[in-house]
């Protein structure tokens, strides 16, 4: 059965801002019936890594927390630590790198709770029966609220083609645990051959598993298939063997998805800004400059659809020369095989309709 993806443009008047548009998508997707009094929900975003500029504007955020505060819900932002050393590895620094971002009470008017604890330890487990996992460990706080509003930026992703609503709570709502059981059959390979022996992987690997002698070695046991020295290797020479690791990582985020959704039917909307879509995912301390022009915001109770739109929207526009978009610029052209090759970012989409999370088939509707 189709679904509806409801879409924004970024076209304005004086009458009709973005702040206005995006009330009108929270209202199709009947935001008032989805929550009530005294129901906590999370507000799933990503803040960004310390020096990403491309996330969720904390502006646009604030606006939906107030739409949901209307509906007599209890709004708070939430993330998960990340696997990775970074600025946003455990809830201090987490804390510290969301409110620099701009996430701050000021602004966005709630509380930020990091849901899965002080290092990421606190998961709970839920019983799914997947293809691969009999049960996910989802981010505690998660699972202990009522409702949840995705908040994503979609974009192209190394590991899943794109990063939409799925793998913003897939990946996004799963504990440590539950990351890493989606990450481990992903360790990359280097080509030795086009290799010239820089170290930028070594030093971008957050668990020390590349040594480099006349070539970059990975070490596959300490290896968490974080993909980082994939994106910072000038050469392109360290690839993931994909095409069925992938794609069991896709189906492992679909999976996770499902736990952190599971017992909140009727209580989830998605939301995605297709904007600012670029070639990699906001867990590096940079943006690369866009694949394709800013096109709206979407919204949908179906996050196979949304995803599916956002997916559809993005191939069906003029990519970017000079971008890191290598082939498919044309409309029509596969714009995240154009980033990444190798990944068959369709097996989410596939997989979550499969399990009855949602459909592929959508009718847009424009307001
Ligand atoms: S994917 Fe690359 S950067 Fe990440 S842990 Fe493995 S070797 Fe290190
Ligand atoms: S970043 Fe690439 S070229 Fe540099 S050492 Fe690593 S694999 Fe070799």
Same mark, same amino acid.
């Given at each position: 059965?189709?679904?509806?993806?409801?879409?924004?443009?970024?076209?304005?008047?004086?009458?009709?801002?973005?702040?206005?548009?995006?009330?009108?998508?929270?209202?199709?997707?009947?935001?008032?019936?989805?929550?009530?009094?005294?129901?906590?929900?999370?507000?799933?975003?990503?803040?960004? $890594?310390?020096?990403?500029?491309?996330?969720?504007?904390?502006?646009?955020?604030?606006?939906?927390?107030?739409?949901?505060?209307?509906?007599?819900?209890?709004?708070?932002?939430?993330? !998960?630590?990340?696997?990775?050393? %970074? !600025?946003?590895?455990?809830?201090?620094?987490?804390?510290?790198?969301?409110?620099?971002?701009?996430?701050?009470?000021? +602004? +966005?008017? =709630?509380?930020?709770?990091?849901?899965?604890?002080?290092?990421?330890?606190?998961?709970?487990?839920?019983? +799914?029966?997947?293809?691969?996992?009999?049960?996910?460990?989802?981010?505690?706080?998660?699972?202990?609220?009522?409702?949840?509003?995705?908040?994503?930026?979609?974009? *192209?992703?190394?590991?899943?083609?794109? %990063?939409?609503?799925?793998?913003?709570?897939?990946?996004?709502?799963?504990?440590?645990?539950?990351?890493?059981?989606?990450?481990?059959? *992903?360790? &990359?390979?280097?080509?030795?051959?086009?290799?010239?022996?820089?170290?930028? *992987?070594?030093?971008?690997? &957050?668990?020390?598993?590349?040594?480099?002698?006349?070539?970059?070695?990975?070490?596959?046991?300490? *290896?968490?298939?974080?993909?980082?020295?994939? =994106?910072?290797? &000038?050469?392109?020479?360290?690839?993931?063997?994909?095409?069925?690791? #992938?794609?069991?990582?896709?189906?492992?985020?679909?999976?996770?998805? $499902?736990?952190?959704?599971?017992?909140?039917?009727?209580?989830?909307?998605?939301?995605?800004? +297709?904007?600012?879509?670029?070639?990699?995912?906001?867990?590096?301390?940079?943006?690369? =400059?866009?694949?394709?022009?800013?096109?709206?915001?979407?919204?949908?109770?179906?996050?196979?659809?949304?995803?599916?739109?956002?997916?559809?929207?993005?191939?069906?526009?003029?990519?970017?020369?000079?971008?890191?978009?290598?082939?498919?610029?044309?409309?029509?052209?596969?714009?995240?095989?154009?980033?990444? &090759? #190798?990944?068959?970012? $369709?097996?989410?989409? #596939?997989?979550?309709?499969?399990?009855?999370?949602?459909?592929?088939?959508? #009718?847009?509707?424009?307001?």
């Amino acid at each position: 059965m189709s679904s509806k993806v409801y879409f924004a443009d970024l076209r304005t008047t004086p009458k009709r801002n973005l702040h206005n548009k995006l009330d009108s998508l929270l209202e199709n997707v009947g935001i008032r019936e989805r929550f009530r009094k005294g129901h906590l929900v999370a507000l799933k975003l990503h803040f960004g $890594e310390k020096g990403n500029a491309s996330y969720v504007r904390p502006v646009f955020v604030r606006r939906i927390v107030e739409r949901v505060r209307e509906t007599g819900g209890n709004p708070f932002l939430t993330d !998960t630590n990340t696997l990775y050393v %970074g !600025t946003r590895g455990n809830t201090v620094d987490h804390l510290r790198t969301a409110v620099e971002n701009g996430f701050d009470f000021a +602004v +966005v008017s =709630a509380p930020l709770v990091i849901a899965d604890g002080l290092r990421g330890a606190s998961g709970t487990p839920i019983r +799914v029966g997947g293809k691969h996992l009999r049960e996910v460990s989802i981010a505690s706080e998660i699972v202990a609220a009522d409702g949840l509003v995705a908040v994503t930026h979609f974009k *192209c992703h190394e590991l899943s083609g794109f %990063g939409g609503a799925l793998k913003n709570v897939g990946m996004g709502c799963a504990s440590r645990e539950g990351k890493l059981a989606q990450h481990s059959n *992903c360790s &990359p390979i280097v080509d030795p051959g086009g290799c010239v022996a820089c170290g930028d *992987c070594a030093a971008a690997c &957050p668990s020390g598993a590349i040594t480099v002698g006349t070539a970059a070695v990975i070490d596959k046991e300490a *290896c968490i298939g974080c993909g980082h020295c994939i =994106a910072v290797c &000038p050469e392109g020479t360290i690839k993931v063997s994909w095409d069925e690791s #992938s794609g069991r990582l896709q189906e492992k985020m679909v999976e996770h998805f $499902e736990g952190a959704v599971k017992g909140k039917s009727g209580r989830c909307v998605y939301i995605s800004f +297709v904007t600012q879509v670029s070639p990699a995912c906001d867990c590096y301390g940079h943006n690369d =400059a866009p694949i394709v022009p800013d096109a709206g915001v979407l919204a949908s109770i179906d996050p196979v659809a949304i995803d599916q739109a956002a997916a559809d929207i993005v191939n069906g526009m003029e990519g970017f020369r000079g971008s890191a978009l290598r082939s498919g610029h044309g409309p029509g052209g596969d714009k995240f095989r154009g980033v990444h &090759p #190798s990944v068959d970012w $369709e097996v989410q989409l #596939s997989y979550a309709e499969e399990r009855g999370l949602g459909s592929r088939d959508y #009718s847009l509707v424009k307001i």
